[in-house]
């Protein structure tokens, strides 16, 4: 069962977003109509998914993605949008997003990207992906080693660092090392961005 909590300022929006879901496979576990409501029910740990409207009054979404990573904090961040400029395009990928979806999109695009977000994956509609891929296509300055090419493939597989130390027969510090390497190597801040990175480049 994924525990959802949804916000939104238009009750509208939210109850339709609601309705969206099976019972069986969600629980909801609140409406919030504000990100301030939305992030007090994230910080007691009540879910799993967030689903946030980027634009809401007191704390946007993008300001909710801030805090939850400032904290360390174990959910997954997907927001919502009627539109958004690239600025704060690249905000939301260099802050880690898990998911961005556009609210004229398809109702099925929000289960799959909730259902990509949980299997460790990121999930963004295909025109935004596009968009960030076209901010991203500087040509990195140096190439990656081969260890941290695999690494970075596992990171592209949604691994988290103790599962890719496993894989990889290497330690949690090695890791981090080769992710501080590379994030330089490329040019990029977030695992969100390195997986749009090397989707650009083929190895995704």
């Not at 980027?54 to 805090?67: A, F, W």
């Not at 009627?82 to 260099?94: F, G, K, N, Q, Y």
């Not at 040509?139 to 592209?156: G, I, Q, Y």
């Not at 961005?193 to 650009?200: A, G, K, S």
Request: aromatic share 2%; glycine share 8%.
């Amino acid at each position: 069962m994924i525990r959802l909590v949804l916000a939104d300022d238009h009750p509208l929006v939210l109850r339709g977003m609601e309705g969206l879901f099976d019972p069986s496979q969600f629980e909801i576990v609140a409406l919030c109509g504000d990100g301030a409501a939305a992030m007090a029910q994230i910080a007691r740990g009540a879910c799993d998914v967030a689903v946030l409207d980027i634009n809401m009054p007191g704390m946007s979404g993008i300001e909710v993605l801030k805090r939850v990573r400032a904290e360390g904090l174990p959910v997954k961040i997907v927001l919502l949008t009627s539109s958004i400029d690239d600025d704060a395009l690249m905000e939301v990928v260099r802050e880690g997003v898990d998911g961005l979806v556009l609210k004229e999109a398809a109702s099925d695009d929000l289960l799959t990207c909730i259902a990509a977000v949980c299997r460790g994956e990121t999930w963004m509609d295909r025109e935004v992906t596009n968009r960030a891929l076209r901010r991203l296509s500087a040509p990195p300055p140096t190439r990656l080693t081969d260890r941290e090419a695999e690494v970075a493939r596992f990171v592209a597989q949604g691994l988290r660092n103790k599962e890719i130390a496993y894989r990889a027969s290497i330690s949690e510090g090695t890791v981090k090392m080769h992710l501080h390497n590379i994030y330089e190597k490329l040019g990029v801040g977030s695992r969100t961005e390195l997986v749009l990175r090397m989707r650009d480049r083929g190895l995704a």
